[in-house]
């Protein structure tokens, strides 16, 4: 049996005995080469599951949506490695219950999809530990390497470019599972935190002050990157800031449910003695 197949008939299994009351996972999308989330509330809906190398969002945002799991029911999604890490982060920042999460892992490997053992975050303890000890080199840390030999005037020009075809849509915090926040800086406007013209000046302001609000909690899945209609090449900032937190802070993004934020904590022996 394919694994699509195995996991399609898992999820009917946990459907009909009620161990959840939903399953989050991957249906056909618009045209063939496109996925796109389906909700099954019952066997017969998780016939349209699909799983396979196409299956690339991360859908834990889903499972923060409001009320869902408030009746303390469990229910289950389908996780990438990325998605698996941000159940920790969402754990450890006390948006949900993990216990309430049950988790169909799989991984892409050489071309196809390889499921992973577990159902529970913690079933995956040494699998992210693993993932953190041999981080993997992304095409875009070439791009990064470009970007720093630049001199500053050529990266802010850079820079400049491209967030200058922002069009403030707000879709890469829609896309983010780690931006959950009922009532964004961006949507206030007294004060108005944030210019909403799109200039430079409001451009940096909304990229800059994202990429910080994801410093240690991006789980580079890429939700973002892909959901930017003018194809702002977000993924360097996050790859940028992943590679940083690691080499500066020792900090790998979703490690575990106790793993303390990065910009909520402090160790005695930070050589920025400034704090102190
Ligand atoms: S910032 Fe982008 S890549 Fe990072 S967790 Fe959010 S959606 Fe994923
Ligand atoms: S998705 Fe792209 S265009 Fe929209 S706000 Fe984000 S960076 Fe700007």
Request: net charge negative; charged share 25%; hydrophobic share 35%.
């Amino acid at each position: 049996m394919s694994i699509e197949a195995q996991y399609r008939e898992r999820a009917k299994e946990l459907l009909s005995s009620g161990e959840v009351k939903l399953v989050v996972g991957y249906g056909s999308g618009t045209t063939q080469d496109r996925r796109r989330p389906l909700f099954a509330s019952s066997p017969e809906q998780a016939d349209g599951l699909v799983l396979d190398t196409l299956c690339i969002a991360n859908l834990t945002g889903y499972l923060v949506a409001e009320g869902l799991l408030s009746d303390e029911k469990r229910v289950a999604v389908f996780l990438r490695p990325e998605g698996i890490r941000s159940i920790n982060i969402l754990a450890a920042e006390n948006q949900l219950n993990p216990d309430q999460i049950l988790i169909m892992g799989f991984e892409p490997q050489q071309g196809e999809i390889r499921p992973l053992e577990g159902s529970n975050v913690a079933d995956f303890s040494e699998y992210i530990i693993t993932l953190s000890e041999n981080p993997s080199v992304s095409e875009s840390d070439t791009v990064i390497e470009k970007l720093e030999k630049m001199n500053a005037v050529e990266r802010f020009s850079f820079w400049q470019d491209e967030f200058s075809k922002c069009i403030k849509c707000y879709a890469c915090r829609q896309a983010c599972p780690m931006c959950y926040c009922r009532r964004c800086i961006v949507d206030c406007n007294q004060p108005q935190w944030i210019n909403t013209s799109p200039h430079t000046l409001g451009n940096f302001e909304w990229n800059i002050i994202r990429a910080f609000h994801l410093a240690g909690r991006c789980v580079e899945c890429g939700n973002c990157d892909r959901a930017c209609p003018v194809n702002i090449p977000l993924r360097l900032i996050n790859r940028r800031m992943a590679v940083e937190t690691l080499e500066s802070f020792d900090h790998f993004a979703g490690l575990s449910i106790t793993q303390e934020p990065l910009l909520a904590s402090f160790k005695k022996d930070d050589t920025e003695t400034f704090i102190l």
